[in-house]
């Protein structure tokens, strides 16, 4: 298959000291079986039998986990690569080629963080973010000295769309420019962004890593198309960030994937921790990929969406003071624009309905409107029914009472 750009050049990307990099390696790498005396691991086994019971809140299913007693083999350092949990995703991702292209963090955040480590030098390179969006792209750019450009979705119009000629010109203009921050759906957007717009990057002239991150893709209503995963064995300057913990419901087990160019995953795997990912999340992470798990997280996305369009989004429209509901709506929340007796956007509302949710009403969602184009704005999760109809009729009380 022909990639684009055919000038793409990984190396010209990566760190030299990334390059040059002599990974961690332990005896497991080469032999598994047998009596295993290579890593100082403890051969009596768990000194205590752990059974962790977790029963979830919302409507999911419990979690049981008896550490020691039922094979996990928690004495043992997890497999380094977390293959079987990898095989998995390939069946929930059409298109990705192979386990090689798959790499797994501590939640995508730590995907995030090791994408910059591997690309930008400290003090020299930078990433291209396009706010609004998901704060720790900045943040892991900070704690790296790595500078960040920011070219703006278009915001006029709500809509959260890429403006992709922007995106090109600043990132083709400034040779420093190592990452390109695609956040689709969009966080606080909830925006899914063109297909033709993502293409558009992808197909210039821009020489680095382009990312993706759907951390909510499995939201997206059908009609607007899925995962740009499938894409990578073309673009071998994609990646394309997913987790476990927006749709599966497991952002406690602190799993993120990035998907890419079996060449850069080799690399992220150089530079990773050797077992990063822990056997419990392993484990837990396998269950919820089988058939029947991802059977459960469709049922689960369908009835959250349900709730979002069926309830939560009509519900809001209809209450005194919410100007509008921005963004395109294809995630696990909703950024609700509120509004002065003038028709204005007002953070000074927002602020005041968001502080008194908090301290005085229990009930906590995030106040956005200091995010480029979101003035007045709070982002809601969308929770169950019990918890939509709670932030509904407390929004609905506070806002009647004000002029
Ligand atoms: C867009 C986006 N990416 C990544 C993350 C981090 O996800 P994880 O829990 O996998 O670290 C979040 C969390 O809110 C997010 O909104």
Partial sequence: MPVSPSSFDLKRILRPNIL??????????DYSEGILLDANENSYGPAFKAEIRGASGGSGADVQISAGADGLDLHRYPDPLGRDVKQRILALRPGVPSIDNVFLGVGSDEVIDMLVRVTCTPGK?????????????????????????????????GSFQLDAGAVIEAAVGDPAVKIVWLCSP????????????????????????????EAYVDFVRAERGGSFAGLVAEYPGLVVMQTMSKSFGLAGIRLGVGIASSELVGYLNNAKAPYNVSTLSLSVAREALSDDGLHKMRQVTQSLAAQRDGYLIPELKRLAHVGAILGGNDANFVLCRLVDSEGRASNELAKGVYTEMAEKRGLVVRFRGLDAGCEGCLRITVGTAAENAAVVATLRALLAAIP
């Fill in 20 to 29: 040059r990099l002599e990974p961690y390696r332990c005896a497991r790498d």
């Fill in 125 to 157: 390179d930078k990433i291209l973010i396009t706010p609004p969006t998901y704060g720790m792209y900045k943040v892991v750019a900070s704690v790296n000295d790595v500078g960040v450009v920011k070219v703006p979705l278009i915001v006029d119009d």
């Fill in 186 to 213: 969009g966080n606080p957007t909830g925006t899914r962004l063109r297909a033709e717009d993502v293409r558009r990057v992808l197909d210039s002239r821009f020489a680095g890593l382009v990312v993706v991150d």
